[in-house]
Each structure stands twice: as C-alpha cells, then as structure tokens.
Nanobody
Framework: QVQLVESGGGLVQAGGSLNLSCAAS????????MGWFRQAPGKEREFVAR????????YYADSVKGRFTISRDNAKKTVYLQMNSLKPEDTAVYYC????????????????WGQGTQVTVSS
C-alpha cells in the first residue's frame, strides 16, 4: 500500500501556469509507472500524463501535449506535473496515481490514488 498526496492546485487565469506535486509514502512500491488523471464536473476521469519511473519515458494526452510536463524525483518519491498555457478546459480535480509496469492511459492499470487537488482556470 502506498499513500499519495497531491498539492499545488489553485485558481489561475488562462495562459498561466501551475506545478502540481504528488508525494508518495508508505511501502516501498515496485510499480514502474506514475500517472496524472483529471476529472471535471459531470465528466469521467481522463488520462493526462504518465512517466516510467525507471527510464523517465513520458506520454501525454493529446489535449495537453506541448503544454504539460510530467517529471519525477526518485529520492523524494515525488512526481510533478508542470502545467503551462493553461486553458479553461483544464479545470478539473487532478489525481496522481501509481500503476503497473505497462500502465498507460487506462485508469484500471493504476492501483493507488491520491485525494486530488483542484485546478481552476478562469477566462
């Protein structure tokens, strides 16, 4: 069991930036992928980005490609999501998750989830 705590959300104007953090604690996990998902009111949770813990290989949803950057700090057991050029459509609760080796866009491949952090982008 691993515990994940997101932070860094807030209210920003369109075009602004936020950096989300997700700190892991608890057991030493063997999962090889960490990801970010988001859920807007009335919508299903959707994939945002993921990173392979060992290689650092990244993958992004088309909607955020070129604007968001996922990264990790192995020593701190923390994953980050740098969000630039934010749009009102990015407004959602953002969740960090730990997944399996081959986890990608499917939320079912992720085992542990954080509580979420609210990101609101005004126009």
């Amino acid at each position: 069991q691993v515990q994940l705590v997101e932070s860094g959300g807030g209210l920003v104007q369109a075009g602004g930036s936020l950096n989300l953090s997700c700190a892991a604690s608890g057991r030493t996990f063997s999962s090889s992928t960490m990801g970010w998902f988001r859920q807007a009111p009335g919508k299903e949770r959707e994939f945002v980005a993921r990173i392979r813990w060992t290689s650092g290989s990244t993958y992004y949803a088309d909607s955020v490609k070129g604007r968001f950057t996922i990264s990790r700090d192995n020593a701190k057991k923390t994953v980050y999501l740098q969000m630039n050029s934010l749009k009102p459509e990015d407004t959602a609760v953002y969740y960090c998750a730990v997944g399996r080796l081959l986890a990608s866009t499917d939320e079912d491949a992720y085992d542990s989830w954080g509580q979420g952090t609210q990101v609101t982008v005004s126009s």
